[in-house]
């Protein structure tokens, strides 16, 4: 009897289906991550979690859609985001399993570029890099995306790279940056780059197997994005429900009214490329639960916004406010605290600098009224350099000519979450484009300052007082040729508001040194003409760009600067250097102008 039991349990366990595992599906799916090839599969069970409704990404080389039909039949309650560097067929693209979504990429780039697009994955798996170092770059541009405990496995790491790691092998680069996270001495590792630093806080546990690496996440950052992508990336991480559009501007061609001359015609063309000939769309949106910090830096969800960078269309996106990681990715420290009501976002990088206010902040304020209208409770949210709660006085007396009052005015020390936020377009972006919409806010500045009674002088030089960066190193001959002409010398910076914008409001010739203080052109109510003396390494174009859209005849004598910008690139130092007018090549130039005007 016994022996007939037996017999008949050995008969049940042979015929009984064999339980489902990773490798099983992958062999009968003929990938070569199975156990009849490279082996990975039975790891890949082991080191992975993945919970219900998770994203999975799989960038595959070989034999991609029964990869992602091999994990999406082991994981049916995650989604397959399959990635293949050659377009799937029809009949392939037929048989991937529901979950599975299929994409084309043939580089990192656009990996990257794509998974943006995503909500933040729990596994990414790299088998689909070619060479050691395209692996490496991208882990790099890649891990960030991941959500907080998911795991990043990074396949065919080559001979060397398990024996000790090849010079730019990812191998190298986790070691080194496992290194960093243990490193005591502060300096060594502030030495260190930000990326690295970032990448290195970033990871929690590292394994290594043969040729297969699984890196687990911690933390999260933030994904910075560009305007013509952000209501793309918003709806796609955070919900099509979080934001909406209160205004918008359409985008229209450039005009250009206004004359130009210069001493060097050559550098003028070099500086004047980078304007473009297209106004970009303007738009004003209301985000709800989103976060403010100092600097201008704001985000809603995991989404980095645009409006928290000075020059938002630059490929690589910088801010001061943030602590850069990866190509596409920031970090800002510090715990959010609750704000109720709703904020009109009117901070930038450098909060207090007088011409960053005035041709970023108030440039915002053409979506105000809109906004106003939308939310009556409306405030203004701001943060200042300094760490006070209070701006600056030139701020709130720029902000009450506009209707802006002091008790409406939130000034940040640290990120607050707020409720709503309205956020709205640079209409100056010094110097790719001037809306001719940022008029408008600073036309009501000027009509509430502007006490036309009081004379001003019709001919001004605008001159910079000792202490200043960008200094004329001769500017006493400078000024000296402008008195002899009729000009009365002004320091704006020992004026109040009000006094600068009557003089800028009615003088029919301005000149001075290209500066911030020259910003105040912005307040001009009619064309006039404008005569700049600025160094060679001053790259801004604000006046320009005021000229061009107002119609002002302008001048520019570029002057040798003591230090020169790089052919290739650019130096801050050399932006902030002083220089020289040069007297024998440009004072007869000079002196003819100013006889004429």
């Known amino acids: 009897m016994r022996d007939a039991v037996r017999q008949v349990l050995r008969l049940w366990r042979r015929q009984r289906p064999a339980p489902q595992t990773l490798d099983r599906i992958g062999r009968r799916n003929r990938i070569d991550q199975s156990s009849a090839g490279r082996d990975h599969l039975r790891r890949y069970e082991r080191e992975l979690v993945v919970p219900a409704g998770g994203l999975i990404v799989v960038w595959a080389r070989r034999r991609p ?42 580089s990192v780039d656009a990996v990257d570029q794509l998974l943006v697009t995503r909500p933040r994955p729990c596994v990414i798996i790299d088998s689909g890099s070619i060479r050691d170092e395209e692996r490496t770059q991208a882990f790099r541009r890649l891990f960030l995306h991941l959500a907080p405990g998911g795991v990043y496995a990074v396949e ?16 190298t ?34 394994a290594v197997h043969g040729r297969i690496a699984f890196i687990t996440r911690q933390g999260s950052h933030l994904v910075k994005v560009h305007e013509k992508d952000v209501e793309r990336v918003l709806a796609a991480r955070v919900g099509s429900d979080r934001f909406r559009r209160i205004e918008m501007v359409p985008a229209q061609r450039r005009a250009v009214l206004g ?46 916004l645009p409006e928290s960078y000075t020059q938002p269309w630059r490929i690589n996106l910088f801010s001061k406010g943030t602590v850069d990681a990866a190509k596409g990715f920031a970090r800002v420290a510090g715990t959010p605290r609750r704000l109720d009501g709703t904020y009109f976002h009117l901070d930038n990088e450098e909060p207090g600098h007088y011409g960053h206010f005035t041709t970023q902040d108030l440039a915002k304020l053409w ?59 640079q209409a100056f972006q010094n110097p790719r484009f001037l809306s001719p919409r940022a008029f408008e806010p600073w036309g009501r500045v000027r009509e509430h300052l502007a006490d036309r009674a009081v004379p001003v002088p019709e001919r001004v030089f605008i001159g910079r007082s000792s202490g200043y960066t960008r200094r004329c190193r001769n500017d006493a001959a400078v000024e000296a040729i402008f008195a002899e002409h009729g000009y009365e010398i002004v320091f704006p910076e020992k004026l109040t508001l ?33 005569i700049l003396i600025s160094s060679e ?24 600067a003591d230090v020169a910008q790089p052919a290739n690139g650019f130096s801050m130092k050399a932006f902030f250097s002083d220089f020289e007018f040069d007297l024998a090549r440009d004072e007869p130039a000079l002196r003819d102008l100013l006889s004429k005007v």
């Open 156 to 171: 065919d790491l080559q001979a060397e790279e398990t024996a000790g790691g090849a010079p730019g092998s990812v191998r």
């Open 173 to 206: 680069l986790l070691t080194r940056l496992v290194s960093l996270t243990h490193l005591t001495d502060a300096e060594k590792l502030a030495a260190q780059p930000s990326a690295e630093r970032e990448l290195a806080a970033s990871i929690d546990r590292l």
């Open 367 to 425: 979506a105000w009224d809109a906004a106003k209208t939308a939310y009556p409770d409306l405030r203004v949210i701001a943060s200042n350099l300094a760490g006070s709660t209070e701006l600056l006085p030139f701020q709130y007396e720029a902000l009450a000519a506009f209707g802006i009052g002091r008790a409406d005015v939130e000034v940040i020390t640290g990120p607050v979450r707020v409720e709503r936020l309205v956020t709205a377009t």
């Open 537 to 560: 390494s001053y790259i801004a174009l604000n006046e320009y760009l005021l000229g061009a859209v107002r119609g002002d005849a302008m001048h520019y004598f570029w002057c040798p």
């Open 259 to 304: 004359s130009f001359w210069s001493n060097n015609e050559e550098h003028s063309r070099r500086l004047l490329r980078d304007v473009r000939e297209e106004i970009p769309e303007l738009v004003a949106r209301v985000h709800s639960d989103a976060v403010c910090a100092p600097r201008g830096v704001a985000w809603v969800g995991d989404v980095l």
């Open 65 to 106: 859609a029964q990869t992602a039909n091999t994990f999406a039949e082991f994981y049916p309650h995650a989604r397959v985001l399959l990635l293949s560097r050659k377009q799937l067929s029809d009949e392939a693209r037929a048989r991937l399993r529901p979950g599975v979504e299929a994409e084309t990429v043939v």
């Open 498 to 530: 009000a006094e600068q914008v009557r003089i800028f409001d009615r003088a029919k010739v301005t000149a001075g040194y290209g500066s911030s203080a020259m910003l105040n052109l912005v307040y001009a109510s009619s064309p006039g003409t404008r």
